[in-house]
């Protein structure tokens, strides 16, 4: 379990019943995505870390979920949760620390200090963007990608219109869908989900499942021109300058498929914040690894190109000789490393001195 162990430890009992408490709180709509023996078995195994109020203050710190995660997995008898369990875990992790029942005597806070506290924190990205909702990133993560989304004169909404226009084909107005913000998973609308089981639907994922390269750069043009055509295009233009980055500077197809994986569960929801991200394919380069197979095939192939080299070198080899028998000189292979009887000079012979050639007299 990846929480530390609080000093002398927490008797379970009492301490468990108030994590259950938390744990089956609903947040902002949701709640924790276990069985309620899950929930039980979370609450026994991370009381005998930390207590009730440390799971409170802990809420929405996206830096510890992953330990709290572990402990869900193993209260459920998995190794790790499932991707659709994680993630709405975590949905029901980063809403931030839950509002606590006021202890007796405790003074109310004056109606617009409650007002202020129960607003979601923004941040002002300034007069070329709308406001960054915080969901699940920290206010250092938002602060540079409202930087990113200035400098690309592209709006909040906009990044999230041109995210789903590189998973669907398919911008995403959210004036017509209430309740979408920058950085959602498209994932989870219903018109999306729809769209992924219906049969032979393109979409990035299919295309990315099946490795079909140049149908997902087909699918992107297509994107970019509907762009384009809608009059976006200072968002067509980010969109080509995405797909070039990575279409010349990624020519592996395993490297490019993996690579494309992480940057858009990384930027899911919050378009094209960087054309390439160098630290991410710098992590995917050490990770990957190819098939044998593919390796297989890719030294054959180098091979073969080794091959036709060392052919072409060897009639370049002739070619010379022959040159050079037919202007009265000497191989390579025969070089001369004496002395000149002409100028003294080691490395040619009287025959070929330069000396000579310019009328210098013997030395």
């Known amino acids: 379990m990846a929480l530390g162990e609080a000093e002398g430890g927490v008797a379970a009992g009492t ?24 929930i039980t078995a979370s609450a026994e195994l991370l009381a005998e870390y930390v207590t009730a109020d440390e799971v409170w203050s802990n809420l929405g710190d996206e830096d510890l979920f992953k330990g709290y995660a572990d402990t869900f997995a193993e209260a459920s008898g998995k190794e790790r949760l499932p991707p659709i369990q994680m993630a709405l875990a975590k949905r029901w992790w980063m809403n931030g620390p839950a509002p606590r029942e006021k202890e007796a005597g405790e ?78 998973s498209l994932c989870t609308l219903k018109t999306f989900r729809d769209l992924d089981k219906a049969p032979n639907a393109k979409t990035y994922f299919t295309l990315s499942k099946a490795k079909d390269r140049d149908g997902l750069t087909q699918f992107w043009a297509h994107g970019h021109q509907l762009l384009v055509d809608g009059g976006r295009s200072h968002l067509a233009m980010l969109l080509l300058g995405w797909m070039s980055q990575m279409q010349f500077q990624i020519p592996d197809n395993e490297i490019f498929f993996a690579y494309l994986g992480r940057y858009i569960t990384k930027y899911e929801g919050r378009g094209l914040p960087t054309p390439l991200d160098e630290s991410l394919l710098a992590q995917v380069h050490r990770t990957v690894t190819k098939p044998s197979a593919t390796i297989a095939k890719e030294l054959a192939a180098a091979n073969a190109r080794s091959s036709k080299l060392e052919s072409e070198v060897s009639d370049l080899k002739v070619q010379l000789q022959q040159v050079l028998l037919a202007s009265g000189g000497h191989f390579a292979n025969e070089r001369f490393y004496g002395k000149c009887h002409w100028c003294g000079q080691k490395g040619h012979r009287e025959s070929d001195c330069p000396a000579k050639a310019r009328g210098d007299a013997r030395i």
């Open 15 to 38: 301490e468990a019943e108030d994590i259950i408490e938390v744990l089956k709180s609903e947040r902002a709509g949701r709640h924790l995505p276990l069985k309620e023996d899950e």
């Open 107 to 184: 003074v109310s806070s004056p109606p617009e200090a409650a007002a202020a506290a129960a607003k979601v924190e923004t941040v002002d990205t300034g007069t070329s963007c709308s406001d960054l909702k915080i969901k699940g990133m920290s206010r250092t993560e938002l602060s540079v990608m409202a930087d990113q989304l200035r400098a690309q004169s592209c709006t909040a909404d906009e990044a999230l219109g041109l995210s789903g226009m590189v998973l669907y084909c398919k911008y995403v107005n959210p004036s017509q869908r209430p309740g979408v913000y920058f950085g959602d």
